[in-house]
Each structure stands twice: as structure tokens, then as C-alpha cells.
T-cell receptor, first 115, second 113 residues
């Protein structure tokens, strides 16, 4: 069964450093998302992406964050200058269609630890 | 997205059915009801969704009240692997903000052997 994959599984970085989290969505999907989950808290939406453009972003997704689909398979989340409060699990998701009926398929996540 | 209310936690015994309730009294006529679950240390996983009629798939059944103000996710025979946080999420059937999923705290299901 096709699945979303994410690398690395765990990333440790120092405050102020740039990190890139990588995702390979399901191959025929067109809609891509990033979510994050701070330890013990809810899963929070960050950004959605379709047709090489951001469709929607949350208040969390400020100028320090960016997303890119550099080729036909990868979808990346970049944090330019990490802060302690960016420590969280980051989940990538993809969907084959849009709308209220669509299912989203999530990857296993990348645990980001900022020290 | 419209608000949902779920119990914080529930317990079940292995191989018994589990009924996970969700209240959504402010649901609008075109909102879809989705259920996701999150196993420990994993990403969320799609379970099932519906609009008005009851739905079945290989993972679960979704029973939707006639007035649509509540729904119940039914796991027919719980296994230890079903221990997870279960999220009931409403999704508006309109443009723009329906791209994202808005997660609440969900129901933590414990399955006893």
C-alpha cells in the first residue's frame, strides 16, 4: 500500500540554525500539507500546498517557514532560524483530491529537537 | 470548522465492540464528519468519513444520528493495536478553508487484554 515517507526521523539542531524536513508524498497525490504536534498538545495545521503554491497557511507559519516541491517527488519544509519553541513532531500529509470528502494520508513524522 | 465534543478517554476489552461518541450540535448541512486516529508515536491515520448515511469500511463503521448532531465510531472487535487517540473532525464543504484538518484533543482509547 502506498505511504507517505519522511526523513529524517529525528533531527537535533541548535537554536538559530536552518533545518529542512523532507517528505515524499504518495505518488499520484496533488495536495500536500504540513502539521506539527508539540509534545502533549494537539496536532496543528501549518500549511497546505497545491499546484506549486501555498493554498492556506496558519498563524504559526510565519516568515521563518517555507515550503517547496523541488522535484516531482519531494515536498520540503524549511525553518530558517530555529527557535526552542519549534521543537515538535512535524507531520507531512498528502491527498489525492480536494474538498470536504478528501482523506489525508500522514507520514510517520520527523521529531525536531532544538537545543 | 465546526466544534466537536468527545470524551477525554474510554476503555475497552480486547475482542469486544467499542462505540466512540462525538457530539457536533452546530454542524451545518454540508459538513462532512471525519474520523482519524493516532497510534502512539505515529502520525494521524484516516479511519472513515460520512455525510448523512451510516458508512462501513474495513477499519470501522460510522453511525450518524438522523439530525446529524452526533455520530459514533464503531470498532466491531477491538484489538490491542486499536489503542490510540481518536479524533472526530468536521469539514466544511466549501472552498478555501476546507483544505486543512482541525484536530481537537480526541478520545484516548485504552484496550485491555
Amino acid at each position: 500500500e502506498p505511504e507517505v515517507t519522511q526523513t529524517p526521523s529525528h533531527q537535533v539542531t541548535q537554536m538559530g540554525q536552518e533545518v529542512i524536513l523532507r517528505c515524499v508524498p504518495i505518488s499520484n497525490h496533488l495536495y500536500f500539507y504540513w502539521y506539527r504536534q508539540i509534545l502533549g498538545q494537539k496536532v496543528e495545521f501549518l500549511v497546505s500546498f497545491y499546484n506549486n503554491e501555498i493554498s492556506e497557511k496558519s498563524e504559526i507559519f510565519d516568515d521563518q517557514f517555507s515550503v517547496e516541491r523541488p522535484d516531482g517527488s519531494n515536498f520540503t519544509l524549511k525553518i530558517r532560524s530555529t527557535k526552542l519553541e519549534d521543537s515538535a513532531m512535524y507531520f507531512c500529509a498528502s491527498s489525492g483530491r480536494q474538498g470536504a470528502r478528501s482523506e489525508q494520508y500522514f507520514g510517520p513524522g520527523t521529531r525536531l529537537t532544538v537545543t | 470548522d465546526a466544534k466537536t465534543t468527545q470524551p477525554n478517554s474510554m476503555e475497552s476489552n480486547e475482542e469486544e465492540p467499542v462505540h466512540l461518541p462525538c457530539n457536533h450540535s452546530t454542524i451545518s448541512g454540508t459538513d462532512y464528519i471525519h474520523w482519524y486516529r493516532q497510534l502512539p508515536s505515529q502520525g494521524p491515520e484516516y479511519v472513515i468519513h460520512g455525510l448523512t448515511s451510516n458508512v462501513n469500511n474495513r477499519m470501522a463503521s460510522l453511525a450518524i444520528a438522523e439530525d446529524r448532531k452526533s455520530s459514533t465510531l464503531i470498532l466491531h472487535r477491538a484489538t490491542l493495536r486499536d489503542a490510540a487517540v481518536y479524533y472526530c473532525i468536521l469539514r466544511e464543504n466549501s472552498g478555501g478553508s476546507n483544505y486543512k484538518l482541525t484536530f481537537g484533543k480526541g478520545t484516548l482509547l485504552t484496550v485491555n487484554p
